[in-house]
């Protein structure tokens, strides 16, 4: 008996009412794109090792997918090492390739290698998938889509005050009240770091910090006590664990708590900046908010990072997330190239949209019109009628076997498709068409053009 398939933890099928509603949220992000001036670029699925390891820290590292050598991939493996058993020795040796972890470090790969072709300052989005080794749950996915815009060569912060815009002519654009664009910069973070003495252990204090609404203010305070920042500098941090009010006011907070950190201060003027474009130009849907634990635990980030919660009313993760970097191109020898760059988690917002019931209805409706089989002299006779209405940007199409005509009317409603067309003997003589709506239980005999308007 043969095995039932089955499909890798992680990953998942989808349907046609799935990718219909799908391909609503890739086009209402790409038209936005569009709208602020980003152009469309596509990278390889999978990377040279070198280009993605090492880049993420050391969690990212572990969870990115490594492709085995094509052909005999232990040949590169002596006897000793194969032995000793140690994956990360024998990984290098047996696995030359990785599927892309993110977006972001490909473009960034991306930029150096095509610097010469490039006009700067560069905007550019990209929609394709990644691959991550995590254990999968809700909203969390082993293979999933990133919708990202970057800007690389240039440092100016209107670029930021841009892309929180962006975040919310989006969340506009899908009718999704109620998201939050938390905002923070790793020059604060760097900051605090100095002040309670932890400079040497920055990746360490902020990736704890990031953990903090997963995990609470005591697991986080352990582990940095298990990463060796000392008992004095935590007890420094717990202004910080309490800090709350109106974004100004923990501004205020933080130029007092930061008062002898000039990387901190900057930081701080850094958010000032964007808040007051933000206040001057207004968001629609979203609301800026302050998050001085936001640390997003990924090496590369330098200035502002941004992270972006779903309405309160629906459990999940961050929807979207990205931030400030000033030389992530340097890790492929192209230095003081500064980029900025924002992510929206697809899968997730589709989750929100499922829960919240706000997919418009018509994403669902593919053909409209289906023409009933009564034999090949009708079916010749349906198909010069379905030329006329696609060419009029109407989905039809011809039932293709001449069944039963109940099975294909069931066919019709099971498919929720709303018009029906029966030709037959005395619409061929007539030349008209028997339009049947299906939701109405109406129809009338129409010539092909007043078919197409009634359709339309």
Request: aromatic share 10%; net charge negative; hydrophobic share 40%.
């Given at each position: 008996m043969a095995q039932k398939p089955?499909?890798?933890?992680?990953?998942?099928?989808?349907?046609?009412?799935?990718?219909?509603?799908?391909?609503?949220?890739?086009?209402?992000i790409q038209h936005v794109f569009e709208t602020y001036g980003f152009q469309p670029i596509e990278t390889p699925s999978f990377e040279n090792s070198e280009t993605l390891m090492g880049k993420y820290g050391d969690e990212g590292d572990r969870l990115i997918f490594k492709i085995l050598n094509s052909g005999d991939y232990l040949n590169k493996v002596n006897d000793e090492l194969y032995t000793e058993k140690n994956s990360t020795k024998i990984t290098s040796k047996i696995s030359e390739k990785a599927l892309r972890y993110d977006l972001t470090v490909p473009f960034a790969r991306y930029v150096v290698q095509h610097q010469n072709e490039i006009?700067?300052?560069?905007?550019?989005?990209?929609?394709?998938?990644?691959?991550?080794?995590?254990?999968?749950?809700?909203?969390?996915?082993?293979?999933?889509?990133?919708?990202?815009a970057d800007v690389v060569g240039s440092k100016s912060l209107w670029q930021e005050v841009e892309f929180v815009q962006l975040y919310d002519?989006?969340?506009?654009?899908?009718?999704?009240?109620?998201?939050?664009?938390?905002?923070?910069?790793?020059?604060?973070?760097?900051?605090?770091?100095?002040?309670?003495?932890?400079?040497?252990?920055?990746?360490?204090?902020?990736?704890?910090?990031?953990?903090?609404?997963?995990?609470?203010?005591?697991?986080v305070k352990e582990e940095m006590l298990g990463k060796g920042i000392p008992q004095s500098g935590i007890d420094k941090l717990q202004p910080l664990f309490t800090l709350s009010g109106t974004f100004e006011a923990q501004i205020h907070s933080l130029k007092t708590i930061l008062s002898t950190s000039e990387e901190g201060l900057k930081g701080v003027e850094e958010l000032e900046f964007i808040n007051t474009g933000i206040?001057?130009?207004?968001?629609?849907?979203?609301?800026?908010?302050?998050?001085?634990?936001?640390a997003r635990g990924l090496n590369y980030y330098t200035g502002a990072i941004f992270e972006v919660a779903a309405p309160k009313t629906v459990q999940m993760?961050?929807?979207?997330?990205?931030?400030?970097?000033?030389?992530?191109?340097?890790?492929?020898?192209?230095?003081?190239?500064?980029?900025?760059?924002?992510?929206?988690?697809?899968?997730?917002?589709?989750?929100?949209?499922?829960?919240?019931?706000?997919?418009?209805?018509a994403v669902n409706k593919n053909v409209k019109v289906l023409f009933i089989n009564f034999g090949d002299t009708e079916a010749l006779y349906s198909l010069k009628a379905i030329q006329k209405l696609r060419a009029a940007g109407i989905n039809a199409e011809l039932y293709p076997d001449a069944a039963k005509m109940k099975k294909q009317m069931n066919h019709a409603n099971k498919r929720a498709i709303p018009f029906v067309v029966l030709v037959g003997e005395e619409e061929m003589k007539s030349e008209v068409y028997t339009l049947k709506n299906m939701v109405k239980g109406e129809q009338d005999k129409l010539d092909l053009d007043a078919l197409i308007t009634a359709v339309k």
């Open positions: 089955s499909i890798p933890k992680g990953t998942r099928d989808f349907n046609p009412e799935q990718v219909a509603k799908r391909q609503y949220i890739f086009k209402t006009e700067f300052p560069f905007k550019r989005y990209q929609m394709q998938p990644v691959w991550r080794a995590d254990r999968p749950q809700k909203g969390r996915f082993r293979e999933f889509n990133q919708c990202d002519a989006v969340f506009t654009a899908l009718n999704l009240e109620g998201v939050t664009i938390k905002i923070n910069n790793r020059k604060i973070l760097a900051g605090i770091a100095e002040v309670i003495g932890a400079q040497d252990k920055l990746i360490d204090f902020t990736v704890a910090l990031d953990k903090l609404d997963k995990i609470g203010e005591d697991k206040e001057t130009l207004e968001l629609k849907t979203a609301a800026l908010q302050l998050d001085v634990t936001l993760g961050s929807i979207g997330g990205g931030g400030r970097y000033d030389d992530l191109t340097g890790i492929f020898g192209l230095n003081d190239v500064s980029g900025v760059g924002i992510s929206f988690g697809l899968d997730r917002i589709y989750l929100v949209l499922e829960e919240l019931q706000l997919f418009p209805e």
